[in-house]
Each structure stands twice: as structure tokens, then as C-alpha cells.
């Protein structure tokens, strides 16, 4: 029994070392396949692909997605509201103000304004409503200083007229003459005594104004010219357009056109494309029936003439005389500083319509 016990034991010990055997060998065979694997296997395994791919490609996506976004973040927080709030919102407040102010306050152009000048009419009363009153001052107001003005005067008279008196070289005129600021009167005076009188710069001519929109009647202003233009030296020939009557006008020539001033001033502007613009022996003309239609389009209305035709001695011989200082040195009527307390109030559309004469001399721009 003791014998048969002790078989049992080293039985059982034999069993317990062949399993302890057998666990080693298992142990070294996993070992060994796990090490196989890592290093047959490394593309395939997360742990091993992660690993590798952090390592050798740190720019790809996944390492910009880890660094990018946290560099963005502490960007924008720290830097893009600062600037906004500091540098744009400021910067526009600073450059846009100034620039609309300076917009606002640029001055008018003042022209070119002589120290001396030298003008004679050849004309009438037409003449006399846009020299008399306010060339002088508004000239001298200006900065000329040598100021010398004249007006071979016929009442009434037109091309026809002023043709046979200076062709008879008859003493038919008044010579009316500014020098000081004073006006003097010369009866009995003949043309050629005013041409030779000084050494005149502009010369100025025109038709009566019943007859200034028939173009018909321009028909001696070729021969009148050819006596003129000898005796004037280097002076420059200017038309005076004159204007229509005022609507209600009980002049004798207002049939002619039957009666509507805007049928007598389209005839006028007809007669001044026709007849002057082709003329090589004219320097220009002063668009002052222009220049009155325009202002009988504002607030003042038809209301510029003392008698249906001769203009008031307020905003309508104002207004002749501004569109001959303007035409003449270039200026903006605005640019004036000469402006009587009577037509102060209304200065604004007398300039206005000025200018739009001068900018658009053979229509109708009406008053804003």
C-alpha cells in the first residue's frame, strides 16, 4: 500500500511538471508571434500605424488639424478685433470728413480779369441796358484797374441803320463814354471819332431787337462789317444776343412774331446759328437773350423787363452785365463779388442762369 502510494505521488509530480513545461513553451511561442507581427505587420496595426504615420508625416492633415486650430483661435482673439476696433473705424473717420469738407469749399473760378480793358458798342439801347449800370463796378470790383467803356448810341437802331451812318461817316451818334465810373454823353459824334479814339480790345455789335430773330434783316451785316473791321485795329468783334420780349409786351415789333416770346426767342437763336456762328470776323458773341430766358424760369419769373422790353434796372440789366464779365474773362458767375443789395436775394438763380447760358448758349436751361 505504502509502495502503491508512492507510485501515485511521483505520478502525480511527473503530471505537474509536464504541464509547467508545456506553459513555458506556450508563453515563448506567443512571444515570438506577437514579436512577429509587430514587425511584419506595422501598416496594418492602429497602435504601430498611428505611430508611424505622426512621425514621418507631421504636416499632413492630421498634425495640421492638432496645431492649425488652436493658432487660429489665439489669432483671431488677439489680434483682428484689436486691429478692427483700432485702425479701420478710425481711419475712415479721419480721411472721409475731411475730403467731403474740402469737396464743399472749393471756391468758383474767378476767370482771367484784365487790368485794362477797352470796349465799344456798336448798338442802341440794348447795348446801354447791359453796359450802364453794373459793368463798370463789377469789372473794377474784380481788379481791373484801367477800365474804358463806350456806346456808339442810335435809339432804335439796326443793322440797316448802323451801315448807312458809318458809311456816310455822319455825325448821327451819341457817343456815351465811362473812363472813372461816371457816364458822359457826346451828341452829334461820329463813328469813325470813336474808333480812333483809343486803342479799343473788344467791339461789339447787334441788331435791333424787333428784328434780331428775322434773319432776313442780317443782310448788311457783311458790308458793315467790311467798314468796321478797318478802323478797329487788332480789337476783337463780338455779337450781343439780345433777348425776347417779355410776354405781355405791347411793342410794335412783337406781331412779327406773333406775339409769343418763346416763337421770338427760338427766332433769335435760329438767326445767331445762321448768322454769326459761320463768321470767321467775330470772336464770339454774349449770349444775354440766353441768359434772360433762363431766369424767367425761376421764382422772379416773367417779370425782368420795366417796359416789355428794356430790362429793369435790378436783376435784368444785373444779369446782361454778368453774362458779358463772365463770357469775357472766363469767371464763374459766382465768383462775383460785386452784387447790389437789390438783387441780392435773387443772386443765386441770376448766377445760375448765367453760367447754364454760357455752358449752353442756344437753349433754354431752366432754374433748379
Known sequence: MKKLLTILLALTLLASLTACGNEGKKDDKSSKTTTATTTAG??????????????????????TTETSAPETTAATTTTQAPTSTSTVAPSTSATKAPTTTTTTVVAPNAGNVPKSIKILSVGNSFSVDAMRNHLYPMLEAAGCTDIHLGILYIGGCSIDKHYECIRRDSASYQYQENVNGTWTYTDNYKASDAFALTDWDIVTVQQVSGQSGRGISYENLDPLMELIRPQIGGAKVYWHMTWAYQQDSDHADFPNYNNDQMRMYKGIVRATTDKILPRKDMAGYFPCGTAIQNLRTSSLGDTLTADGYHLKDSYGDYTAALTWFC?????????????????????????????NAIKTPLAVTECE
Request: aromatic share 8%.
Open 42 to 63: 506595422t501598416t496594418t496595426e492602429a497602435p504601430t500605424t498611428t505611430t508611424t504615420f505622426l512621425s514621418d508625416c507631421p504636416t499632413l492633415p492630421p498634425s
Open 327 to 355: 463770357y469775357l474773362t472766363g469767371a464763374d458767375a459766382a465768383s462775383v463779388t460785386y452784387r447790389p443789395i437789390d438783387i441780392v436775394s435773387h443772386f443765386d438763380e441770376i448766377a445760375e442762369s448765367v453760367d
